[in-house]
């Protein structure tokens, strides 16, 4: 497990499966080492000590990572960013497909289902406290080879401030905005609102921004409560990443893109003219 929302998503579905529920942490092993926690969880699936029809893992970069080489050690079926599932011989499992605009039903078939649920996809409700799982004797057995990846050190996004996972605004900006500089309106928009700055892959490929401020299929998938959009036309692996979020305001000159479809408010025009008048609105309410 994570210390995040996406494991109490995923706690959810993994209740309808029975209890108890028994936890590994991912940070078990520091630094992260993926494999590690794969081979500590083989071991315990081998020895039976867990007692567990399936596990489960959120569907986070490293839930992913983990539960993927799971399935190479041991040869279970794995599902990969599921949004349901149900408990049988064999289990079921409804998951996304192609960034989200597909849902695959499937059935696992094995001694156990390896599961990952994708976030933002389960309505998290209370439920009975994981057990935590005794690692000291797994600890002890890990192989050397196991502790060749690591995650060695965790660089902040520029500036720090909030994390574009967890911001509960995220104002994005697209090709409209035109170059690397355009994105201090952007910027400023966003520290106004206490958010975070996303952006298209179109702008991570043009090198004016960094692809860890990428919202879509392959960058960060949000769900804030506002989503602002940018002269962002709204391609479908863009769509993916920020379908989630409760409310999406589209500026965009214009009318006929294709996120304009997807948006709760859109504002037609120059993106240069709007953020730049919007975030002198807000300083009047300051």
């Not at 279970?76 to 497909?97: K, T, Y």
């Not at 960034?99 to 001694?111: D, I, K, T, V, W």
């Not at 409209?176 to 355009?182: A, D, I, L, M, N």
Request: charged share 20%; with cysteine.
């Amino acid at each position: 497990m994570e210390n995040n929302d996406a494991s109490l998503q995923m706690l959810t579905l993994a209740r309808k499966f029975g209890q108890p529920l028994r936890s590994v942490p991912m940070d078990a092993v520091q630094p992260f080492a993926p494999d590690a926690i794969a081979a500590i969880l083989a071991r315990a699936l081998a020895a039976d000590e867990l007692d567990a029809s399936s596990v489960f893992a959120a569907g986070t970069d490293r839930g992913n990572d983990v539960i993927a080489r799971l399935a190479a050690r041991t040869g279970l079926p794995f599902a990969a960013n599921c949004i349901a599932a149900e408990p049988g011989d064999p289990v079921g499992v409804v998951r996304q497909r192609w960034g989200g605009s597909l849902f695959e039903n499937a059935l696992l078939r094995g001694p156990r289902a390896l599961i990952t649920v994708a976030p933002h996809t389960v309505r998290v409700t209370e439920g009975p406290t994981p057990i935590d799982v005794d690692l000291k004797p797994y600890l002890a057995q890990i192989d050397p080879a196991d502790l060749v990846v690591q995650v060695k050190d965790h660089v902040d996004a520029a500036g720090g401030g909030v994390s574009l996972a967890e911001a509960k605004v995220v104002v994005s900006g697209g090709r409209g905005v035109g170059s690397k500089e355009g994105f201090a309106i952007i910027e400023e928009l966003a520290g106004l609102l206490g958010g975070a700055v996303g952006c298209s892959r179109v702008v991570t490929s043009a090198g004016w921004r960094p692809h860890s401020d990428q919202v879509g299929q392959t960058g960060t998938k949000i769900a804030p409560d506002l989503y602002i959009a940018c002269g962002i036309s709204g391609a479908t692996q863009h769509m993916a990443g920020c379908k989630a979020a409760k409310r999406i305001l589209a500026i965009n000159a214009d009318a006929e893109a294709p996120i304009m479809q997807n948006s709760d408010y859109a504002v037609i025009g120059d993106l240069k003219e709007i953020v730049p008048a919007i975030s002198a609105e807000i300083r009047k309410t300051k």
